[in-house]
């Protein structure tokens, strides 16, 4: 288990006045992403069905994320008290759904899958991470810190596994890349700009491409050099490369320039 749960949180500590309105919008999309885990468990069971070993570990980090969902809908209780989270996380149920059926990952093979789950958790480690050091607000401050924590364990346990398959699993540096980078881009796809939409109850019917654009518009001017540079690091590390100071930082500046001059894109868009 995470090490944690509720009753480590020091609720008394809540400060409404420190609550700030656009890191709201992003914990409500956040909590109901989290809260969704059980899916992924079910995908997950059936994709390493004959691990036994590797089974009650998917289960544990699947309890984990929705304790997250979990910590961050009592959040919300205490800082917003219209958002009704049950409603919201129906919706988003009812019109977001991912593919649990599958007999084998859509990554083509196990060890592509713990590379793309890996490509999850350094996201959710930074975005956490991320907000953690701008948010004012004690309770979010402590929570985000303590989820930062488990995305890394999760990133770890993911990453431990890919070594375990890829020693019968061969997958070239360039299909490594390719899985790698492909799942960074399904970050705008259909399930964070729904949670938006519905976490957030947004005006007209659903557009992804709008919803997807809001959502990132304020969960990128979280990020700091610091915090891409860590990602960087970590994603390096999860695609085998041996540490290079030098290729670090290039990678971490060219990342982080391109994140600010896509910032500004969406911003002109959404204006
Ligand atoms: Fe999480
Ligand atoms: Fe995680």
Known sequence: MAGWNLDNINWENFQKNKVDDSLLKIIRAASLVEYRSGDYVLYLKKVFYDDKEFIPLIENWGNEEKLHGKALAKWLSLADSKFNFDESYKEFYKNYSININADESVRGSRTGELLSRCVV??????????????????????????????????YSLFRRGMKTYQKNERINLKNKIFIAIGRVFEATDD???????????????????????????????????IHINKGIKMLLKALGFSSKYIFERILTKFVFIFLKIKLQIIELRIS
Not at 204 to 209: A, D, F, I, L
């Open 121 to 154: 958790e350094i996201g959710t480690s930074s975005f956490y991470t991320a907000i953690a050091d701008c948010c004012d607000e004690p309770v979010l401050k402590q929570i985000c810190l303590l989820i930062a924590r488990d995305e890394f364990s999760h």
């Open 191 to 225: 399930e964070l700009a729904s949670a938006f939409y519905f976490g957030n109850r947004l005006n007209g019917k659903y557009n992804r491409k709008k919803a997807s654009n809001e959502y990132a518009y304020y969960a990128l001017k979280l990020y700091k050099e």
